[in-house]
T-cell receptor
Framework: LAKTTQPISMDSYEGQEVNITCSHNNIATNDYITWYQQFPSQGPRFIIQGYKTKVTNEVASLFIPADRKSSTLSLPRVSLSDTAVYYCLVGEGQAGNNRKLIWGLGTSLAVNP | NAGVTQTPKFQVLKTGQSMTLQCAQDMNHNSMYWYRQDPGMGLRLIYYSASEGTTDKGEVPNGYNVSRLNKREFSLRLESAAPSQTSVYFC??????????????FGDGTRLSIL
């Protein structure tokens, strides 16, 4: 199983850069790495996805080393509204309809004033 | 844009009662999913449907049944509710069958309490 491991919680301050690392030692060759954000009383929301190297969009960057056994979500200059739980997600097994996605337990990020 | 709509948002049941949670998406997505989320457990997949007319078990299917009524709708049924099924239930959808590189779109959840 492509299990993931993330820190349970992190603290930061407004304006700082936050890096959250996820370990996924058993990632399969065809798997992508996806990060979601979840606020209280809401469903998870897609942030960013990547396969290798670096991906950047308007809200975050995702760094993936060559061995792909980990990934780091980088949030630049966080604000109070970035306080949320962040999930790292990788696929499992061969491509096809019977794949099961494995969710990590998430990292609870608290951004302080 | 409605996205993924779940009904009801809240529900309290007594042990042994039955209930169907409804989910509908308006994005013309092929795949749909039901998850439950419990404190300290993260999201766990109950059932999923890769396309209209097909359903498959996920990680925790016991005590649940599902129906992919059409491409838009995917319902989750508890035939005889148990306190262990108290949870927040999320429905999600995805455009393609292969989950590798398409993000899931989630509803805002149904909070279910079973007494």
């Amino acid at each position: 199983l492509a299990k993931t491991t993330q820190p349970i919680s992190m603290d930061s301050y407004e304006g700082q850069e936050v890096n959250i690392t996820c370990s996924h030692n058993n990632i399969a060759t065809n798997d992508y790495i996806t990060w979601y954000q979840q606020f209280p009383s809401q469903g998870p929301r897609f942030i960013i996805q990547g396969y290798k190297t670096k991906v950047t969009n308007e809200v975050a960057s995702l760094f993936i080393p060559a061995d792909r056994k980990s990934s780091t979500l980088s949030l630049p200059r966080v604000s109070l509204s970035d306080t949320a739980v962040y999930y790292c997600l990788v696929g499992e097994g061969q491509a096809g309809n019977n794949r099961k996605l494995i969710w990590g337990l998430g990292t609870s990020l608290a951004v302080n004033p | 844009n409605a996205g993924v709509t779940q009904t009801p948002k809240f529900q309290v049941l007594k042990t042994g009662q039955s209930m169907t949670l409804q989910c509908a998406q308006d994005m013309n997505h092929n795949s749909m999913y039901w998850y439950r989320q419990d404190p300290g457990m993260g999201l766990r997949l109950i059932y999923y449907s890769a396309s209209e007319g097909t359903t498959d078990k996920g990680e925790v299917p016991n005590g649940y049944n599902v129906s992919r009524l059409n491409k838009r709708e995917f319902s989750l049924r508890l035939e005889s509710a148990a306190p262990s099924q108290t949870s927040v239930y999320f429905c999600a959808s995805r455009r393609d069958r292969d989950p590798s590189n398409q993000p899931q779109h989630f509803g805002d959840g149904t909070r279910l309490s079973i007494l």
